[in-house]
């Protein structure tokens, strides 16, 4: 009797707590990670690999297809080079790396994971998840207090939503004699939050302008354009212009062009959630990034969206318009159908990341050696959101390159083994993999040193051609020097202000709104965004943007 | 008193299953629909009904839930007349029809995401092998995913080719369960086979036949594996259904609080329409006999 009431009373009882305590907020998450301390750090062993040694990929314990056909690389004099690393005694100890899965950063975390771990003694798991569970497994993980993982690969865009969870990365590792001391203060920044490093740079990136050479520095397709247009045929300068060619060009049949391929005049990003968003920034961002106003590319002073700006307006409209001039199928393209389209021949233009640079000039490319370079073009006119009026820029041509977001890895505050976390990531970034990494397309590794930007490595290591190098070199360190760039939106909810682009500029590429009418919604969408997250919190995290963007 | 304390013993273990993987969620859920958990805020704070009345206010879940009512239809209606047609046939019987028993269950045994891949090969615009087909009729290639209505028969495709052995299989099981008698009278009184089909079988049906088409609406309310994979929604929004919408506003942008909202009225409104549409096809069923 008295069982059975005890147990009628429990029944009652833990729904009731239970209920009490959802409806109370008792079952709360931990929004900040405690620091769970370095770890035991490693204990010192004598050298396994000798000073200055050649470093042969191919003999490596994990040793996938696309390192066995490395060249030896002579090992660095740096404090993570491969000889300092073999006095590092790691054994019975571990850490855990969430990455992509291969190959895109997943192989270099596996291979150069695999080496320290040799080297070392200690264990490198590497979790693989797809690329778009990263974010929000790190954001449950985080968000609950906890990280399974010492090393994270990440993207830089991220920043403000994870800044808080990651640690900082000592001064030790990004001057003196430390891996990343040669990174070029452009890049250093991005990886920095309030002056404080949280990212460990293994990666850089920019979207620059690539085109064929057999259209624009051919005189036949210069008397083409010439008889079709009235104008002189020469890299665009404006958008404006890369519309013209693109429309002018598509259907054109360049000498060089692949036999069987038909020729279009632009591949681009298109599909909505397949960073479509990154394409519409690089198409709006000379008219509405206005060297002459500091308050701001995203937001206004007061942080009234400016999303819908004439400016944006008309980049949109540009990109809408050059839909007649993509490749069969140009409309559905992400990222990696871009790389291929352009790599393959499909078009004169394309203008995002590295990864189509790198696949039009790999030897096995049909159109290798018909690629060139160039900052990302402009725009005649610039809006500026102080006036509210349209300004004539100097010279003619408002510049304003995008300096996207790529690749990084970070270590979690909650991590129990930072410093072996450390001694990971700077083996990972030292001199001898940074360099065998960047001769390997597919390891998403791209430039960001100042030994990265020298023709000879490109043309001798990879059998690149001069003049084409150049260009590529050029257009970096004008991006590195340029005084009006547009970065990311580097705020807490990066992915819902991005999400809500995404949604209209994919509306208006299909016809179903017009760029104004889209633009009007996303920024109705980024006012509500901003009342959810905080308007003072984003306001505080854009004036990191703010800094990167007037400096 | 023993005896009873011992039975419900018994049944602890159950009552405890039901409550970690039922009650509790679903209480989870409705408490995190009330609080502002999302990309910056992780606490199970009180918004009250915030998210509801945002939810009520945002055209594009509305938009997506008359899409899904639009998809649901349209392929639950194809796979039962292609289900009911090949189930007949294998019923009454044909040269190797074991063979093709077994060869019209494949596409259920594949897995929908990775089939959703095989079809977005398939019907990719630039290399694709419809396009490549048609190419050889002389026929322009089709804009399979660029364009609205071309990307909706795409999805249509796809989720037709995968379901309908499913509805063959159920409507196959019930054909065999028929009772013989009914025809057998049929046959001797001289009724035409579509007469037969009409006064007898259609009817004799209609029980399975609304188990499978619910079971199936059930189904076709969580489409997702093929939006993702083939279209990502667009167009534009044009293919864009629910499950998709709560995915990357809930998942991919971390509003969890407003996701969870989304999904308790998805599973509100799928009840509803659900035990509606049960009632309908019930009366429905009845005049024919049934």
New interface residues.
């Given amino acids: 009797m008295q069982k059975a009431k005890k147990l009628r009373a429990l029944a009652v009882v833990v729904p009731t707590v239970l209920i009490a305590s959802l409806l109370s907020g008792t079952f709360t998450t931990g929004a900040t990670a405690a620091d769970s301390g370095m770890g035991p750090g490693p204990k010192k062993k004598a050298a396994t690999f000798a000073v200055g040694s050649l470093i042969d990929y191919t003999k490596q314990p994990y040793t996938p297809k696309a390192y066995a056909s490395a060249a030896k690389v002579k090992d660095g004099t740096q404090d993570c080079s491969y000889h300092n690393t073999s006095m590092k005694d790691y054994s019975g100890q571990k850490i855990t790396v969430l990455a992509p899965p291969p190959p895109n950063m997943g192989e270099p975390m596996e291979q150069h994971g695999a080496m320290f771990a040799k080297l070392t003694g200690g264990k490198v798991i590497v979790q693989h998840v797809p690329v778009g569970d990263l974010y929000p497994k790190q954001q449950t993980a985080f968000q609950t207090g906890v990280s399974p993982w010492d090393v994270v690969v990440n993207f830089s865009n991220w920043i403000g939503d994870f800044q808080q969870y990651y640690y900082d990365i000592p001064t030790k590792y990004t001057s003196g004699n430390g891996e990343l001391a040669s990174m070029l203060p452009l890049y250093k920044g991005i990886y920095s939050w309030n002056g404080k490093t949280k990212f460990f740079g293994i990666d850089a990136d920019r979207h620059f302008l690539k085109y064929r050479t057999d259209v624009i520095e051919d005189p036949a397709a210069a008397a083409f354009y010439k008889d079709k247009t009235g104008k002189t045929l020469e890299v665009p300068k404006t958008w404006a212009e890369y519309n013209l060619m693109a429309s002018t060009f598509n259907g054109y049949k360049p000498k060089g062009q692949p036999a069987g391929t038909a020729f279009a005049g632009s591949s681009e990003i298109t599909k909505r959630d397949d960073l479509m968003s990154t394409a519409f920034i690089n198409r709006v961002a000379p008219y509405a990034k206005n060297p002459n106003v500091k308050t701001g590319f995203w937001f206004d002073k007061n942080m009234v969206p400016q999303v819908n700006n004439p400016g944006f307006v008309q980049g949109l409209t540009d990109f809408v318009a050059s839909a007649k001039y993509w490749p069969q199928g140009g409309g559905n393209f992400g990222l990696s159908d871009e790389i291929t389209s352009y790599g393959r021949g499909d078009s004169l233009f394309s203008y995002t990341w590295d990864d189509a640079w790198s696949q039009s000039n790999q030897s096995d490319s049909p159109i290798v050696g018909k690629v060139k370079a160039a900052p990302n073009p402009g725009a005649e006119k610039v809006w500026n959101s102080e006036t509210k009026k349209w300004d004539t820029p100097a010279g003619g041509v408002n510049r304003a390159p995008y300096i996207a977001w790529g690749w990084s890895s970070s270590i979690p505050v909650a991590s129990k083994n930072k410093q072996m976390a450390l001694d990971f990531l700077c083996f990972f970034a030292n001199k001898a993999n940074h360099a065998i990494d960047l001769t390997i397309g597919r390891t998403g590794v791209n430039p960001s040193r100042t030994e990265d930007f020298t023709t000879d490595f490109w043309v001798k290591g990879l059998g690149w051609s001069t003049e084409a190098t150049q260009s590529w070199i050029d257009t970096m360190n004008n991006y590195s020097t340029a005084k009006n760039r547009v970065f990311d939106l580097r705020v807490p909810g990066n992915g819902q202000f991005m999400g809500a682009i995404a949604d209209g500029v994919a509306l208006a590429l299909a016809g179903q709104k017009t760029p104004q009418a889209a633009l009007d919604e996303v920024a109705a969408k980024w006012v509500e965004i901003l009342n959810t997250i905080g308007k003072d919190k984003v306001k505080a995290a854009y004036q990191n943007v703010l800094k990167l963007e007037n400096s | ?1 023993t005896s ?2 011992y039975k ?1 013993l018994f049944l602890l273990p159950g009552l405890l299953l039901l ?1 970690a993987i039922i ?2 969620p679903l ?2 859920t409705i ?1 995190v629909s009330m ?2 958990w ?9 918004a009250g009904g915030a998210n509801w009345a ?1 939810m009520f206010h945002d055209v ?1 879940f509305w938009s997506s839930l008359f899409r899904l009512f639009y998809f649901s239809f349209i392929t639950t209606t194809l796979q039962y007349i292609l289900g009911f047609t090949a189930a007949m046939y294998a019923w009454k019987g044909f040269a190797s029809r074991r063979f093709f028993r077994v060869l019209w269950l494949v596409p259920l045994m594949t897995t929908p995401s990775v089939m959703a891949i095989v079809w977005r090969s398939i019907f ?3 290399i ?1 092998a419809a ?1 490549g087909l048609l190419s050889k009729i002389g026929i322009d ?1 089709i ?1 399979w ?4 209505f071309p990307a909706t028969v795409t999805i249509t495709i796809a989720e037709v080719w995968q379901w309908t052995p499913f509805m063959f299989l159920i409507l196959l099981a019930g054909l065999l369960s028929l009772p013989k008698e009914q025809f057998l009278s049929a046959e001797i009184d001289g009724a035409t086979p579509w007469r037969t089909f009409w006064s007898i079988t259609f009817p004799l049906m209609a029980p399975i036949s609304i188990g499978a088409i619910i079971i199936r609406l059930i189904e076709a309310s969580k489409i997702f594996d093929s939006i993702f994979n083939l ?8 293919t864009e259904t629910p499950a998709y919408y709560l995915y ?2 809930g ?5 969890i609080s407003y996701g969870a909202t989304m999904g308790l009225m998805y599973l509100i409104l799928a009840i509803l329409t659900l035990t509606i549409l049960g009632q309908i096809f019930a009366r429905v069923s009845k005049p024919r006999g049934i």
């Fill in positions: 008193m009873k304390f419900r409550i009650i509790f209480l989870f408490r609080a502002n999302n990309v910056s805020h992780s606490g199970l704070d009180w945002r594009n990719r615009e630039d694709g396009n290639p804009a995913s660029t364009q609205i279209t990502s929604a667009g167009p534009g929004n044009s990357t506003r998942l991919r942008e971390f509003q």
